[in-house]
C-alpha cells in the first residue's frame, strides 16, 4: 500500500472522496447480480484506508482503516489477477476482522484488482453474509469487469484533463482578448487564399464594420482614405514577396483616424505563396496630433526666440547707449531682461497660446496686488492676452512701474497709482488700459524723450495697429494703451 508509484498515480487522478457516479454504480450492481450477492463494491486503497467510489450495501461498507481492507489483499496478490474467500470467519487473516465477528456478519468476498497506469489502486468485489459458491465464469467474468472500470477510470480522467486544459486555454483566450480590448488593439488574422479577415471588436469599430457577420478583406480595404490606398498595397506587396513585416499607417475614409497596422506572413505554401497573415492594428490619431502640436510649438518657439533675441539686443543697445557705465547698464538691462523672461515663462506653461492680463500686472506689482495692494488700485476683468501682446505690454509695465519708483508717484509715501482697462466692442474689438498716476512730485514734460519714453512708445510695434500715448501731466505721468485683440475674442 505505501508503493509510491502507485501512491502518485492514485493522487495524479484526484478520484479519492469525489461525488457519486451513476457508471461505477451500474459496474458494481453488475458484478452483484453476477455472483447473485447483497454487497458490491468500486473501491480505491490508499496508503491509510479503503474507500468506496460505488457502493451496493450498508453505509458502513464506505470507507474502513487500511488494516481492515479485505481488498488490499487482493491488491497485494500481485501473483493473481483476483482474490476470492469463500468462508472470512474460517480464514485467519480474516477472523477478527470487525466486521466479520460482529455486524453485518460478512462471510464471502471475492474481489478483482482495478489496474490502471500499471498500478493496482483498488477492486471490484462483491460480499455476502452467507458462504457462496462463485458460479462457474463468475470470477472470469468479474477481473473483466474490473478492467472496464479500471479504463472508465482513465476515460473518465482524460476528460476531466481535456475539461481542464479547455478551460484554462477558454481563460487565456479571454485574458488575451481583455488584453487587447484595454489595449485598444485590434487583432486581425487574413486568410489570403479565400480573403477571410477574423478579427476581434475592436479592428471592427476602427475600420467601421458591422458588429457582427464575416469579414472580407475587401471590406477592409474599402474603409481605408483612398489617398493612402496604394501606400497600403505596397507595404502588403513587400510583406509578400520579400518576407518583410507589413508595416503602414494609414486612415480611416469615414471618421479621418490615424491607424498604424503591423503584420507578418506566418504560413506559405510550397512555392512560398502566403497563406495566412496575422497582425494588429493602433489607433494613433492622439500621437499623431500630439507631434503636430509638438511641431508647431516648437514653430512658434523658434519664431518667438527670433523675435525676442531682436527685442532684446535693441534694448541692450538703446540702454547700454544711455548707461554706458557697467554698473547703471546692468542695473537697468538686468530688469528689463528679466521682464522678458518671465513673459517667456508664462507663454510656456501655456504652450505659447497666451497669458492671463492679470498674471502680466502680477510681475510687476506682485502676486498679490488684488488683495493686499501696495498704493495701487487695479479694476478691470482678467482677459488672456496673444503672446505679442503680453510680451509687450510686459515691458510698458516695467518701464512704468521703474520710473514710478525712481521719478514718479511711489517715489515719495503719498503717491499711488491707478490701473483700470475695459474690452471695447467698438469699431474694432480691443483692450483700452490706463495707467495714471497722482500725489506723486511734479511732473513736467521732458525736453529730449528718454530711453524708458521710447521703450513704452515702442513695445507693441510687434502688435498691428496699436498705440501708446504718454502723457506728463502736473499730477503725474499718464499712459494710455490700446491694443487690437482678436475677432474671436
Not at 488494516?67 to 477472523?95: G, M, N, P, Q, Y
Not at 486544459?165 to 485590434?186: C, D, N, P, Q
Not at 492671463?356 to 498679490?368: E, R, T
Not at 487695479?378 to 512704468?400: F, M, N, R
Amino acid at each position: 500500500m505505501n508503493d509510491i508509484s502507485r501512491r502518485e498515480v492514485l493522487a495524479a487522478l484526484e478520484i479519492m472522496d469525489t461525488g457519486e457516479d451513476s457508471d461505477f454504480d451500474r459496474l458494481a450492481r453488475v458484478a452483484g447480480r453476477l455472483f447473485g450477492v447483497e454487497f458490491a463494491l468500486v473501491t480505491l486503497v490508499d496508503e491509510h484506508r479503503q474507500w468506496a467510489k460505488a457502493r451496493i450495501g450498508p453505509p458502513e461498507l464506505s470507507e474502513m482503516a487500511v488494516e481492515h481492507s479485505f481488498c488490499a489483499h487482493a491488491i497485494a496478490a500481485l501473483e493473481s489477477d483476483h482474490l476470492v474467500v469463500t468462508d472470512l470467519a474460517s480464514d485467519k487473516r480474516f477472523a477478527h476482522h470487525p466486521m466479520v465477528a460482529g455486524p453485518p456478519g460478512l462471510r464471502f468476498y471475492a474481489g478483482a484488482p482495478l489496474v490502471v497506469r500499471g498500478q493496482r489502486l483498488g477492486t471490484l468485489c462483491v460480499l455476502d453474509r452467507v458462504t457462496v459458491n462463485a458460479p462457474q465464469g463468475a470470477i472470469a467474468q468479474l477481473v473483466d469487469l474490473a478492467d472496464v472500470a479500471a479504463k472508465l477510470i482513465e476515460l473518465k480522467d482524460e476528460a476531466r484533463v481535456r475539461a481542464r486544459t479547455a478551460a484554462e486555454l477558454m481563460r487565456e483566450e479571454w485574458r488575451h482578448a481583455l488584453t487587447l480590448e484595454a489595449g485598444k488593439v485590434g487583432s486581425w488574422v487574413w486568410d489570403v487564399r479565400n480573403g477571410d479577415v477574423s478579427c476581434n471588436d475592436t479592428f471592427r469599430r476602427m475600420h467601421g464594420l458591422p458588429e457582427t457577420g464575416a469579414v472580407s478583406f475587401e471590406e477592409v480595404l474599402a474603409a481605408i482614405e483612398p489617398a493612402d490606398m496604394a501606400k497600403v498595397r505596397e507595404a502588403i506587396g513587400a510583406s509578400f514577396d520579400a518576407g518583410v513585416d507589413y508595416a503602414c499607417e494609414m486612415r480611416i475614409a469615414a471618421t479621418g483616424r490615424w491607424l498604424s497596422v503591423r503584420g507578418r506572413v506566418y504560413q506559405r505554401d510550397a512555392s512560398g505563396q502566403p497563406l495566412i497573415m496575422m497582425g494588429a492594428s493602433l489607433d494613433v490619431t492622439e500621437a499623431r496630433e500630439s507631434a503636430e502640436r509638438t511641431r508647431s510649438l516648437l514653430r512658434e518657439l523658434n519664431h518667438r526666440v527670433k523675435n525676442t533675441l531682436a527685442v532684446i539686443q535693441s534694448v541692450a543697445r538703446q540702454t547700454i547707449g544711455e548707461n554706458p557705465e557697467p554698473q547703471a547698464f546692468i542695473a537697468a538691462f538686468s530688469g528689463r531682461l528679466r521682464t522678458l523672461s518671465d513673459a517667456h515663462v508664462l507663454l510656456a506653461d501655456r504652450d505659447w497660446a497666451g497669458v492671463h492680463l492679470y498674471d502680466v500686472i502680477a510681475g510687476q506689482l506682485g502676486p498679490d496686488f488684488l488683495t493686499r495692494p501696495d498704493r495701487a488700485s487695479v479694476a478691470g476683468e482678467d482677459i488672456l492676452l496673444p503672446a505679442d501682446h503680453a510680451l509687450g505690454l510686459g515691458l510698458i509695465l516695467h518701464e512704468l512701474t521703474t520710473n514710478a519708483h525712481l521719478h514718479g508717484a511711489w517715489s515719495n509715501e503719498e503717491g499711488v497709482v491707478d490701473i483700470r482697462w475695459e474690452v471695447r466692442r467698438q469699431p474694432v474689438t480691443g483692450l483700452a488700459l490706463t495707467w495714471r498716476e497722482a500725489g506723486g512730485p511734479a511732473v513736467a514734460q521732458p525736453a529730449t524723450p528718454g530711453l524708458g519714453t521710447r521703450l513704452i512708445e515702442r513695445s507693441l510695434s510687434k502688435v498691428l495697429d496699436s498705440r501708446v500715448t504718454l502723457t506728463f501731466e502736473p499730477d503725474g505721468v499718464r499712459a494710455d494703451v490700446w491694443m487690437p485683440l482678436p475677432a474671436s475674442f
